[in-house]
């Protein structure tokens, strides 16, 4: 009985897990710890808002960076496909903290903890390329984040900023 639950214990951890790898016409699939995640880059002004409501109108929320990979593709796709202007910028899937939220980089809000990830898929800090001395949170009300085009760095920024050049949405891939 022992031996014949080693060998299922065995199995399990050697069985290979198929990751979904479908996503709908005109989307990016890569593969995240969580499974595969569909991404698509839009260009459009306006506020951050209409940013996440756009984004659920087809089934995904705006998309965090999981790493360096997805972010040169976020930026490519916005530059080279999308024809975007290099000075502006994507709203990226990450809010500050509770425990950050009025308060400037410090120890405590750091680049390593003031910011997570929104989307349900992107998981630990690789994905945050932050801009030299951001996040700072200036005014004390930038709780949002952006990628800038030009630099393929990030900045937080208020929520309510109405400037932005477009957002990436992303979604779980299916089978």
């Known amino acids: ?22 996503c709908p016409d005109g989307w990016k699939w890569f593969e995240r710890s969580r499974g595969g995640w569909c991404m698509k880059v839009f260009s459009d002004y306006g506020l951050i808002a209409n940013a996440e409501a756009k984004c ?3 089934g995904a929320v705006v998309s965090g960076s999981q790493n360096a990979n997805e972010i040169d593709w976020m930026l490519d796709t916005a530059v080279n496909t999308l024809k975007m202007p290099t000075k502006s ?7 500050r903290t509770q425990r950050c939220l009025k308060l400037y980089l410090t120890k405590e809000c750091s680049q ?3 910011f997570s990830w929104t989307d ?3 998981v630990g800090i690789s994905g945050f390329r932050w801009l030299a001395g951001e996040p700072n949170n200036g005014g004390l009300n930038q709780d949002c984040v952006q990628l800038y085009l030009d630099s ?3 900045d937080d920024i208020s929520c309510s900023l109405n400037a932005l050049g477009g957002y990436t949405c992303g979604k779980v891939a299916t089978f």
């Open 152 to 154: 393929g760095v990030m």
């Open 112 to 114: 390593l903890n003031s």
């Open 1 to 22: 009985m022992k031996f014949l639950l080693l060998f299922l214990c065995f199995s399990a951890v050697l069985a290979k897990v198929e990751i979904a790898k479908k």
């Open 56 to 58: 659920a109108a087809l």
């Open 89 to 95: 910028s994507l709203f990226i899937g990450a809010k």
């Open 120 to 122: 349900n898929s992107t």
